[in-house]
C-alpha cells in the first residue's frame, strides 16, 4: 500500500475527519462565477449548496465586486466607537427600509453565532434592566444557532452540541419541528402544531423565567433542512405573548428571500422581537451579521454615563465598511430585482426538481420551500430507517456529485440544493442532473438502487 499522506499538513478543516482530508482531500478551488466554482485544475463545480448557504446572487457578481473595489479605493476600516463609516451607515438605512418595519435597530457582528448571540445578551440585558428575573432560554429540539459557546447552548443537535452540553447546558427544549419525523406523530392534514405543545409545558410552568425563545423560522437548516409549517410559528409567537417572553428569530440561514418571503417569519405573517441575519447579507462576499431590534428593546438602553444602560459589547472589526459595502450592493440588486417575488418562476421549477427525485425508493423524503430544498436518504421508505451509517451513502454521493461536477456536501443523511438566486434555467436541469446520477451510482452501489 503506498503511504497515506496528508495533502494540508498546516490546515484544520471544519467538520471535517481528518482521515476524509486524507483519503479524500479538499478540491482547491481558484476562482468562481455565477453557480460555478472552478478547481485550478480549471474544472468546473456547479454550486449547488451556495458555498454553505451564504452565496445569494452567485459567486464575483460585477456588481459586488465593483461596490467592495470601489470601498477598497477609500478605506479598508475604522473601528465603530466612536466612528461610523458612510458604507455602515448607509448599510442600518437601508436595512431599515428592507427589515419589518417594527424592526429599527441594528447592531453589527461578524458571523451568525455572533449575531444570535448578541440577540440572547439583549434579551437577557433588557430583563435585568426591566427589573424581570428572566434569565433563561427556551429554544427547538433538532436547533442549530451556531458553534460558539453561547450559540450552542440553544443549539439541539447532539451530534454537533452533546460533548460540550455536558458543561455548560442552559437552553430547554421543544419538540423538534420537523413535519417528515413528526414528534407527536401527525400528518400535515391533521397538524395542529401539536409539537410546540411542549413549549406551552415549558412556559406554563417556567414561562416567568424565560428571557427569549431562540428559533430558527421555518427550516431547520443544520438538523437537515428541516421544514414545517407557518402555524407552528404562530403558535410560537401566541405562546410567546402570553407569557411576556420574547422572540428571537434566527434568520441567518432563510432570510434575504431563500424561502420564497424576504424573511421566513413573515410565513407567520409575524415580527419577532430580535432577529439575527448573516450568511446572504453580503451576498457571501465577506464575514458580517447583524441583530435586529424593535425600538421598545433600544429604549432600554437609552443610558445615561454610569448607569446600566449600556451594551457592553462589540468586535473589534464591528461595522467593517468592505462588508457593509458588499451588503450594501447585495440588498441594492434584491431591492431593484424584487425579489424574492420575481423568482416565482425559478421556484417553480426549482419545487419540480426536487420533487422529480420522488421516484428513487431510497428518497423518503423530498421537501422544499422557496429555493431551499432537501431530499432525505431512507433505508427503507415504509419505517423511514436511515441506512447504515457505516456505508456513508450522502458522503460517498457527495463524493461522486465531485466527480460530476456538481457540489452537493450533506447534512446526515440529507442531500440539500441552495443554489445562487442567478442560476438559470439550463444550470438548474444540469445541477438536478448531475445530483441524479451520483445519487443512482452510489445507491447502485450500496445494493439501494
Ligand atoms: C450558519 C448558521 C448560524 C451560524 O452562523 P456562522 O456565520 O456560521 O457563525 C446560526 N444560525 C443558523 C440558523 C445558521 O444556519
Given at each position: 500500500?503506498?503511504?497515506?499522506?496528508?495533502?494540508?499538513?498546516?490546515?484544520?478543516?471544519?467538520?471535517?475527519?481528518?482521515?476524509?482530508?486524507?483519503?479524500?482531500?479538499?478540491?482547491?478551488?481558484?476562482?468562481?462565477?455565477?453557480?460555478?466554482?472552478?478547481?485550478?485544475?480549471?474544472?468546473?463545480?456547479?454550486?449547488?449548496?451556495?458555498?454553505?448557504?451564504?452565496?445569494?446572487?452567485?459567486?464575483?457578481?460585477?456588481?459586488?465586486?465593483?461596490?467592495?473595489?470601489?470601498?477598497?479605493?477609500?478605506?479598508?476600516?475604522?473601528?465603530?466607537?466612536?466612528?461610523?463609516?458612510?458604507?455602515?451607515?448607509?448599510?442600518?438605512?437601508?436595512?431599515?427600509?428592507?427589515?419589518?418595519?417594527?424592526?429599527?435597530?441594528?447592531?453589527?457582528?461578524?458571523?451568525?453565532?455572533?449575531?444570535v448571540e448578541?440577540a440572547m445578551?439583549?434579551a437577557l440585558?433588557?430583563?435585568?434592566?426591566?427589573?424581570?428575573?428572566r434569565t433563561e432560554f427556551v429554544a427547538f429540539g433538532g436547533a442549530y444557532h451556531g458553534?460558539?459557546l453561547g450559540a450552542m447552548a440553544v443549539g439541539g443537535i447532539?451530534?454537533?452540541h452533546g460533548?460540550f452540553h455536558?458543561t455548560f447546558e442552559r437552553a430547554r427544549f421543544t419538540?423538534p419541528?420537523?413535519?417528515?419525523?413528526?414528534?407527536?406523530?401527525?400528518?400535515?392534514?391533521?397538524?395542529?402544531?401539536?409539537?410546540?405543545?411542549s413549549l406551552?409545558?415549558i412556559l406554563?410552568?417556567d414561562?416567568?423565567r424565560v428571557a427569549a425563545v431562540v428559533f430558527e423560522?421555518?427550516?431547520?437548516?443544520?438538523?437537515?433542512?428541516?421544514?414545517?409549517?407557518?402555524?407552528?410559528?404562530?403558535?410560537?409567537?401566541?405562546?410567546?405573548?402570553?407569557?411576556?417572553v420574547l422572540?428571537i428569530?434566527d434568520?441567518?440561514?432563510?432570510?434575504?428571500?431563500?424561502?420564497?418571503?424576504?424573511?421566513?417569519?413573515?410565513?407567520?405573517?409575524?415580527?419577532?422581537?430580535?432577529?439575527?441575519?448573516?450568511?446572504?447579507?453580503?451576498?457571501?462576499?465577506?464575514?458580517?451579521?447583524?441583530?435586529?431590534?424593535?425600538?421598545?428593546?433600544?429604549?432600554?438602553?437609552?443610558?445615561?454615563?454610569?448607569?446600566?444602560?449600556?451594551?457592553?459589547?462589540?468586535?473589534?472589526?464591528?461595522?467593517?465598511?468592505?462588508?457593509?459595502?458588499?451588503?450594501?450592493?447585495?440588498?441594492?440588486?434584491?431591492?431593484?430585482?424584487?425579489?424574492?417575488?420575481?423568482?416565482?418562476?425559478?421556484?417553480?421549477?426549482?419545487?419540480?426538481?426536487?420533487?422529480?427525485?420522488?421516484?428513487?425508493?431510497?428518497?423518503?423524503?423530498?421537501?422544499?420551500?422557496?429555493?431551499?430544498?432537501?431530499?432525505?436518504?431512507?433505508?427503507?421508505?415504509?419505517?423511514?430507517?436511515?441506512?447504515?451509517?457505516?456505508?456513508?451513502?450522502?458522503?460517498?454521493?457527495?463524493?461522486?456529485?465531485?466527480?460530476?461536477?456538481?457540489?452537493?456536501?450533506?447534512?446526515?443523511?440529507?442531500?440539500?440544493?441552495?443554489?445562487?438566486?442567478?442560476?438559470?434555467?439550463?444550470?438548474?436541469?444540469?445541477?438536478?442532473?448531475?445530483?441524479?446520477?451520483?445519487?443512482?451510482?452510489?445507491?447502485?452501489?450500496?445494493?439501494?438502487?
Amino acid at each position: 500500500m503506498p503511504e497515506r499522506r496528508d495533502p494540508f499538513p498546516h490546515l484544520w478543516f471544519p467538520f471535517t475527519y481528518y482521515e476524509d482530508v486524507v483519503d479524500t482531500p479538499p478540491v482547491v478551488i481558484e476562482r468562481g462565477e455565477g453557480v460555478w466554482l472552478y478547481g485550478a485544475d480549471g474544472k468546473p463545480y456547479l454550486d449547488a449548496v451556495g458555498s454553505w448557504w451564504v452565496s445569494l446572487l452567485g459567486h464575483k457578481h460585477p456588481e459586488i465586486d465593483a461596490a467592495v473595489a470601489e470601498q477598497l479605493g477609500r478605506l479598508e476600516h475604522a473601528m465603530m466607537a466612536g466612528f461610523i463609516t458612510p458604507a455602515a451607515q448607509e448599510l442600518a438605512e437601508r436595512m431599515g427600509r428592507v427589515l419589518p418595519d417594527e424592526l429599527t435597530r441594528v447592531f453589527y457582528s461578524d458571523n451568525g453565532s455572533t449575531a444570535v448571540e448578541v440577540a440572547m445578551k439583549i434579551a437577557l440585558q433588557y430583563w435585568y434592566l426591566e427589573g424581570e428575573a428572566r434569565t433563561e432560554f427556551v429554544a427547538f429540539g433538532g436547533a442549530y444557532h451556531g458553534d460558539t459557546l453561547g450559540a450552542m447552548a440553544v443549539g439541539g443537535i447532539p451530534a454537533y452540541h452533546g460533548i460540550f452540553h455536558e458543561t455548560f447546558e442552559r437552553a430547554r427544549f421543544t419538540d423538534p419541528p420537523s413535519c417528515y419525523r413528526c414528534p407527536v406523530g401527525r400528518e400535515p392534514e391533521t397538524c395542529g402544531a401539536e409539537c410546540m405543545d411542549s413549549l406551552e409545558a415549558i412556559l406554563r410552568e417556567d414561562g416567568d423565567r424565560v428571557a427569549a425563545v431562540v428559533f430558527e423560522p421555518m427550516v431547520q437548516g443544520a438538523a437537515g433542512m428541516r421544514t414545517y409549517p407557518a402555524k407552528v410559528l404562530d403558535r410560537v409567537f401566541e405562546l410567546c405573548e402570553a407569557h411576556g417572553v420574547l422572540t428571537i428569530a434566527d434568520e441567518v440561514a432563510m432570510g434575504w428571500g431563500r424561502t420564497g418571503r424576504m424573511f421566513a417569519t413573515e410565513h407567520a405573517g409575524r415580527v419577532p422581537d430580535l432577529m439575527a441575519v448573516a450568511k446572504g447579507l453580503t451576498g457571501g462576499y465577506l464575514p458580517l451579521a447583524a441583530t435586529a431590534v424593535k425600538e421598545p428593546i433600544f429604549d432600554a438602553f437609552r443610558g445615561t454615563p454610569g448607569s446600566d444602560r449600556i451594551f457592553r459589547h462589540g468586535h473589534t472589526f464591528t461595522g467593517n465598511p468592505l462588508a457593509a459595502a458588499a451588503a450594501n450592493a447585495t440588498l441594492d440588486i434584491l431591492e431593484r430585482e424584487d425579489i424574492p417575488r420575481s423568482l416565482a418562476d425559478e421556484q417553480a421549477a426549482f419545487t419540480r426538481g426536487i420533487q422529480s427525485f420522488r421516484d428513487i425508493e431510497a428518497v423518503g423524503d423530498a421537501r422544499h420551500i422557496g429555493m431551499v430544498g432537501a431530499l432525505e436518504l431512507v433505508a427503507d421508505r415504509e419505517t423511514k430507517a436511515p441506512f447504515d451509517a457505516d456505508l456513508r451513502v450522502t458522503w460517498r454521493i457527495f463524493q461522486r456529485g465531485l466527480e460530476h461536477g456538481v457540489i452537493l456536501r450533506p447534512l446526515g443523511d440529507v442531500l440539500y440544493f441552495i443554489p445562487a438566486y442567478v442560476i438559470s434555467e439550463d444550470e438548474m436541469d444540469e445541477m438536478f442532473a448531475r445530483a441524479r446520477r451520483a445519487i443512482t451510482e452510489v445507491l447502485d452501489e450500496v445494493g439501494a438502487g
